[in-house]
T-cell receptor, first 114, second 114 residues
Framework: AQKVTQAQTEISVVEKEDVTLDCVYETRDTTYYLFWYKQPPSGELVFLIRRNSFDEQNEISGRYSWNFQKSTSSFNFTITASQVVDSAVYFCALSVPTGNQFYFGTGTSLTVIP | KAGVTQTPRYLIKTRGQQVTLSCSPISGHRSVSWYQQTPGQGLQFLFEYFSETQRNKGNFPGRFSGRQFSNSRSEMNVSTLELGDSALYLC?????????????FGPGTRLTVL
């Protein structure tokens, strides 16, 4: 069975602080994809990044960076120098070859305080 | 390219009624998935359609049904509404719905059942 765990339900940081959102996944498939989505108050899930199970290289995109570690089944997301516009709910998701569906974590609600 | 569109954005119904939600995928995308999002259960997969065929279904009662048209637009129907059906219903589209595809989400339809 597939499972995604986001243990942090809510996080509050002061603007300009760095923050890391944790994601731990479970799957027996050796080929899979991991995703991060951002859900602002408007409700739409915005795609941030996709990673396949064979690529453990960390990725940086502006203030965002992702750390993928198969050894710990984690795919953590760091926002550097957070801004108020980063306030949203962030979801980690897993896709496996069978099922044609995404398995989502419960989300982490991030509040950036000005 | 236009994103995923969903109509209506908001809906209020009473128990026992039925409702139909509509989703237009990104042009060229042939896979459409539906998710239910509630505070208690998070994001749960309803079903996925590809080329007018339902390929996968989540663990929801038969009151939840869907279909896909030849132009890839999809509709979701909920019959005999219950209070617990109040949720944000999100539609996502992808090119083929395969493992390597990213799902892009619409803004959702917020359904309130009174």
């Amino acid at each position: 069975a597939q499972k995604v765990t986001q243990a942090q339900t809510e996080i509050s940081v002061v603007e300009k602080e760095d923050v890391t959102l944790d994601c731990v996944y479970e799957t027996r498939d050796t080929t899979y994809y991991l995703f991060w989505y951002k859900q602002p108050p408007s409700g739409e899930l915005v795609f941030l990044i996709r990673r396949n199970s064979f690529d453990e290289q960390n990725e940086i995109s502006g203030r965002y960076s992702w750390n993928f570690q198969k050894s710990t089944s984690s795919f953590n997301f760091t926002i550097t120098a957070s801004q108020v516009v980063d306030s949203a709910v962030y979801f980690c998701a897993l896709s496996v070859p069978t099922g044609n569906q995404f398995y989502f974590g419960t989300g982490t609600s991030l509040t950036v305080i000005p | 390219k236009a994103g995923v569109t969903q109509t209506p954005r908001y809906l209020i119904k009473t128990r026992g009624q039925q409702v139909t939600l509509s989703c237009s995928p990104i042009s060229g995308h042939r896979s459409v998935s539906w998710y239910q999002q509630t505070p208690g259960q998070g994001l749960q997969f309803l079903f996925e359609y590809f080329s007018e065929t339902q390929r996968n279904k989540g663990n929801f009662p038969g009151r939840f049904s869907g279909r896909q048209f030849s132009n890839s637009r999809s509709e979701m129907n909920v019959s005999t509404l219950e209070l617990g059906d109040s949720a944000l219903y999100l539609c996502a589209s992808s090119f083929r719905g395969r493992l390597t595809d990213t799902q892009y989400f619409g803004p959702g339809t917020r359904l309130t059942v009174l």
